[in-house]
């Protein structure tokens, strides 16, 4: 009840980085004065990738003391200077160098599912962050697909809540899965999105409004969103959350180092088999580095932590750090995200605003008669003139039509769903021919469709539709495509069918941790980042009762 109360007022505990920023500029605050470490200093801990898991590592046990020192791939954001409103300019965002794709559905990486520097994926991600259902744990018991998790929801339970202060997050009082409140208020809803709200209300489909990690409001010296439109090309206002505003200036307040512009190239172990710390290749330098660390938590997503593993050969483990079961780099899961947009009369200007700003999970669990296991999501969201082209060529049209189309942009509102592709042992990341600017295999993501999957599309593709004809639109257009990654680490209660334990540590050596989304063993339909900020906040939990050298 006294939340409920003070919702939008409650600060979040231990975490000060609200407060850290500066009011008058975006910079991370605390960058040119943080602690530098050297190579042959071991650390109390080397984080590899410095987006939602690995920011909320650091932050962490940095408060705990902990010496910490997290290498990135990519650079240090200045928002003011790096980040523009314009969806061309913003590329630089994402982690776009050489992977190779391959499978019978291939899934283009970049924009929508990969992020590179200081803030990862979130700073360039919508700000939708659901939680994943009590029923995501434990999918095999329940339906008989996929995999059961060897924790349960309660134990996140707490974490979700923790983050979301954090973030914060804003929205309705959600019904579904486990229902609960956020901490901000819900934002107001765009004409665009009450459309959308409309249709579903007449098919009988719930919608509440977020919940998006976007300040209503004020938060320390984060200011109130102003609904320019640019969530997915970095907020330079501040009041999207990404770890850059919301873990990294405590972490670094409190002695962490970001090294950025560090690419690692291999975990190392010492005689005895553990990990002794990570190599990498610091931006300029042709030599190969090694940061010293007595533990190793590797944060770098679903396609570049496997990478990083099977790179990681050693003696012992001849096809990869941790392959010996061949589990390295499997159950590689995407979402599926059909987006469906309708033409109506009047300007709706789906730009304004956040791009989810009204969401249904209605169809989130298991239904037999819709004749497929588990479900979908639902959401509006706001392609921008670009991303509108390429709806419009997916669908066929060139020159005179598609520039009628992008003449016709500000009459347009969009609907999307996000299905929960089940786990396959066969879509899985390899190590490719191809080698990068450092001379290292670059990684190799192999994807294809179960039949199940098809279902579920092909059902949720309908239900977008028929939401935007119950509301009136007078033309829809449809594009097929894919988000998210999750992922290629997956956790279990053994390695033949897993790679970490219930703790996120990895079975072959006991000091080599794995914080990111590539631990999910399944997705849910819910955005994944939230899940692995609360994942990394039970790790350090669990890390922060154990001395550092353990």
Same mark, same amino acid.
């Given at each position: 009840?006294?939340?409920?109360?003070?919702?939008?007022?409650?600060?979040?505990?231990?975490?000060?980085?609200?407060?850290?920023?500066?009011?008058?500029?975006? =910079?991370?605050?605390?960058?040119? $004065?943080?602690?530098?470490?050297? =190579?042959?200093?071991?650390?109390?801990?080397?984080?590899?990738?410095?987006?939602?898991?690995?920011?909320?590592?650091?932050?962490?046990?940095?408060?705990?003391?902990?010496?910490?020192?997290?290498?990135?791939?990519?650079?240090? #954001?200045?928002?003011?200077?790096? #980040?523009?409103?314009?969806?061309?300019?913003?590329?630089?965002?994402?982690?776009?160098?050489?992977?190779?794709?391959?499978?019978?559905?291939?899934?283009?990486?970049?924009?929508?599912?990969?992020?590179?520097?200081?803030?990862?994926?979130?700073?360039?991600?919508?700000?939708?962050?659901?939680?994943?259902?009590?029923?995501?744990?434990?999918?095999?018991?329940?339906?008989?697909?996929?995999?059961?998790?060897?924790?349960?929801?309660?134990?996140?339970?707490?974490?979700?809540?923790?983050?979301?202060?954090?973030?914060?997050?804003?929205?309705?009082?959600?019904?579904?899965?486990?229902?609960?409140?956020?901490?901000?208020?819900?934002?107001?809803?765009?004409?665009?999105?009450?459309?959308?709200?409309?249709?579903?209300?007449?098919?009988?489909?719930?919608?509440?409004?977020?919940?998006?990690?976007?300040?209503?409001?004020?938060?320390?010296?984060?200011?109130?969103?102003?609904?320019?439109?640019?969530?997915?090309?970095?907020?330079?206002?501040?009041?999207?959350?990404?770890?850059?505003?919301?873990?990294?200036?405590?972490?670094?307040?409190?002695?962490?180092?970001?090294?950025?512009?560090?690419?690692?190239?291999?975990?190392?172990?010492?005689?005895?088999?553990?990990?002794?710390?990570?190599?990498?290749?610091?931006?300029?330098?042709?030599?190969?580095?090694?940061?010293?660390?007595?533990?190793?938590?590797?944060?770098?997503?679903?396609?570049?932590?496997?990478?990083?593993?099977?790179?990681?050969?050693?003696?012992?483990?001849?096809?990869?750090?941790?392959?010996?079961?061949?589990?390295?780099?499997?159950?590689?899961?995407?979402?599926?995200?059909?987006?469906?947009?309708?033409?109506?009369?009047?300007?709706?200007?789906?730009?304004?605003?956040?791009?989810?700003?009204?969401?249904?999970?209605?169809?989130?669990? $298991?239904?037999?008669?819709?004749?497929?296991?588990?479900?979908?999501?639902?959401? $509006?969201?706001?392609? &921008?003139?670009?991303? #509108?082209?390429?709806?419009?060529?997916?669908?066929?049209?060139?020159?005179?039509?598609?520039?009628?189309?992008?003449?016709?942009?500000?009459?347009?509102?969009?609907?999307?769903?996000?299905?929960?592709?089940?786990?396959?042992?066969?879509?899985?990341?390899?190590?490719?021919?191809?080698?990068?600017?450092?001379?290292?295999?670059?990684?190799?993501?192999?994807?294809?469709?179960?039949?199940?999957?098809?279902?579920?599309?092909?059902?949720?593709?309908?239900?977008?539709?028929?939401?935007?004809?119950?509301?009136?639109?007078?033309?829809?257009?449809?594009?097929?495509?894919?988000?998210?990654?999750?992922?290629?680490?997956?956790?279990?209660?053994?390695?033949?069918?897993?790679?970490?334990?219930?703790?996120?540590?990895?079975?072959?050596?006991?000091?080599?941790?794995?914080?990111?989304?590539?631990?999910?063993?399944?997705?849910?339909?819910?955005?994944?980042?939230?899940?692995?900020?609360?994942?990394?906040?039970? &790790?350090?939990?669990?890390?922060?009762?154990?001395?550092?050298?353990?």
């Amino acid at each position: 009840m006294k939340r409920r109360l003070l919702r939008g007022s409650l600060a979040p505990p231990e975490n000060d980085s609200r407060s850290l920023l500066d009011a008058q500029r975006r =910079d991370l605050p605390g960058e040119a $004065t943080m602690r530098r470490y050297r =190579d042959d200093d071991e650390v109390d801990v080397c984080v590899v990738g410095a987006g939602a898991g690995g920011s909320v590592l650091a932050q962490r046990l940095a408060r705990r003391g902990w010496s910490v020192v997290v290498l990135e791939a990519g650079p240090f #954001w200045h928002p003011d200077r790096d #980040w523009v409103s314009d969806e061309a300019g913003s590329h630089h965002l994402y982690w776009t160098e050489r992977r190779v794709i391959g499978g019978t559905d291939p899934v283009e990486l970049g924009k929508n599912n990969s992020g590179r520097g200081v803030g990862g994926s979130m700073v360039h991600f919508a700000g939708y962050v659901p939680r994943f259902h009590p029923s995501d744990f434990c999918t095999r018991t329940l339906d008989g697909v996929g995999a059961d998790w060897p924790l349960r929801y309660p134990e996140l339970a707490a974490h979700y809540e923790r983050v979301e202060l954090e973030l914060p997050v804003a929205g309705q009082h959600w019904p579904w899965g486990d229902p609960h409140d956020y901490p901000h208020a819900p934002h107001p809803v765009s004409q665009a999105a009450q459309v959308v709200w409309r249709g579903a209300e007449r098919l009988g489909i719930r919608m509440r409004v977020g919940p998006v990690a976007i300040v209503n409001g004020t938060f320390g010296n984060r200011p109130h969103c102003i609904y320019r439109g640019f969530c997915l090309q970095g907020c330079k206002v501040g009041a999207k959350a990404s770890p850059l505003v919301t873990h990294l200036p405590d972490a670094l307040a409190h002695g962490a180092e970001i090294r950025a512009d560090c690419m690692a190239s291999r975990v190392v172990l010492d005689s005895s088999g553990r990990a002794s710390g990570v190599s990498y290749f610091a931006r300029g330098e042709l030599a190969e580095r090694r940061q010293r660390a007595r533990l190793v938590a590797l944060a770098c997503y679903s396609i570049e932590t496997p990478r990083l593993l099977l790179n990681s050969a050693a003696p012992g483990f001849p096809g990869g750090l941790c392959n010996n079961e061949d589990q390295v780099g499997r159950y590689v899961m995407v979402q599926g995200a059909t987006q469906s947009a309708g033409r109506f009369p009047d300007e709706l200007r789906m730009y304004k605003g956040p791009p989810p700003e009204v969401s249904s999970e209605d169809f989130y669990e $298991t239904d037999p008669g819709r004749g497929f296991a588990r479900g979908f999501s639902i959401q $509006t969201v706001s392609p &921008l003139p670009i991303g #509108w082209a390429e709806h419009v060529a997916a669908e066929g049209h060139w020159g005179r039509g598609l520039r009628e189309y992008m003449r016709d942009y500000n009459h347009w509102t969009t609907v999307g769903v996000l299905n929960e592709f089940l786990p396959q042992a066969e879509n899985r990341v390899t190590l490719a021919d191809d080698r990068d600017a450092h001379g290292l295999p670059v990684a190799r993501f192999d994807h294809g469709l179960g039949e199940n999957d098809r279902a579920n599309q092909e059902y949720s593709g309908r239900i977008a539709r028929h939401i935007l004809e119950a509301a009136g639109a007078q033309d829809v257009l449809t594009i097929r495509r894919y988000a998210h990654l999750i992922g290629g680490a997956r956790m279990g209660t053994a390695p033949d069918h897993s790679v970490v334990d219930r703790w996120q540590r990895t079975w072959a050596v006991e000091n080599l941790y794995i914080a990111d989304g590539s631990v999910c063993p399944t997705q849910g339909s819910a955005n994944p980042a939230l899940t692995i900020m609360a994942l990394a906040s039970r &790790l350090a939990e669990h890390l922060a009762g154990r001395p550092p050298a353990a």
